[in-house]
């Protein structure tokens, strides 16, 4: 079981570039999150998604998009890239039933905008 | 006031050692609470979950929650160089995510374990 994949693991982007982290879940979770993590800032919540289709904003959704057309698929689209953007971005998903089952976290993908 | 609150050390610590993490809260409706373990450079993993007051055990671990004084805490025994991590605290007032149910963390803790 792959769990939650994301890619790409590193990516430098100049200042004012457009990329798309992706991340995919082999488990039918219906619930997936996307967080940034700054040192000594804990995880904020970016988007989060309760299904394919559904899609709302997080704590700090600015100067990013999101789209769920599958279960499996939550995409992370940054527009004219900012280096405040630069940080550790993670994706997670859980089933939606328990919150005993946790959150699944990926491995993360480290930006740096310069 | 932040909805949750976590020193974020770091705190080192000889092996053996008993190591106590904590958190405090300002939500009351805050109903399930759970730590995680997230390893340099890698994503958080669920360690415990509790529901509601009391305590669990898991192993060498421990988590307590004290609604009361809005205050958890975790426990670890006989702490190994592989406890190493940075331990985050989360908390929600339901039993899924989405909307009002999505966990609220705290900001982390960085645990050393010295050999």
């Known amino acids: 079981n792959a769990g939650v994949t994301q890619t790409p693991k590193f990516r430098i982007l100049k200042i004012g570039q457009s990329m798309t982290l992706q991340c995919t879940q082999d488990?039918?979770?219906?619930?997936m999150y996307w967080y940034r993590q700054d040192p000594g800032m804990g995880l904020k919540l970016i988007y989060y998604?309760?299904?394919?289709?559904?899609?709302d904003k997080g704590e700090v959704p600015n100067g990013y998009n999101v789209s769920r057309s599958t279960t499996e698929d939550f995409p992370l689209r940054l527009e004219l890239a900012a280096p405040s953007q630069t940080s550790v971005y993670f994706c997670a998903s859980q089933t939606g039933k328990k919150a005993n089952y946790g959150y699944t976290f990926g491995s993360g993908t480290r930006l740096t905008v310069v | 006031q932040k909805e949750v609150e976590q020193d974020p050390g770091p705190l080192s610590v000889p092996e053996g050692a008993i190591v106590s993490l904590n958190c405090t809260y300002s939500n009351s409706a805050f109903q399930y609470f759970m730590w995680y373990r997230q390893y340099s450079r890698k994503g958080p993993e669920l360690l415990m979950y509790?529901?509601?007051?009391g305590n669990k055990e898991d192993g060498r671990f421990t988590a307590q929650v004290d609604k009361s004084s809005k205050y958890i805490s975790l426990f670890i025994r006989d702490s190994q160089p592989s406890d190493s991590a940075t331990y985050l605290c989360a908390m929600s007032p339901m039993n899924y995510g989405g909307s009002q149910g999505n966990l609220i963390f705290g900001k982390g803790t960085k645990l050393s374990v010295k050999p």
């Open positions: 998604s309760v299904g394919a289709g559904i899609t």
């Open positions: 488990m039918n979770h219906n619930y």
């Open positions: 509790t529901y509601s007051s």
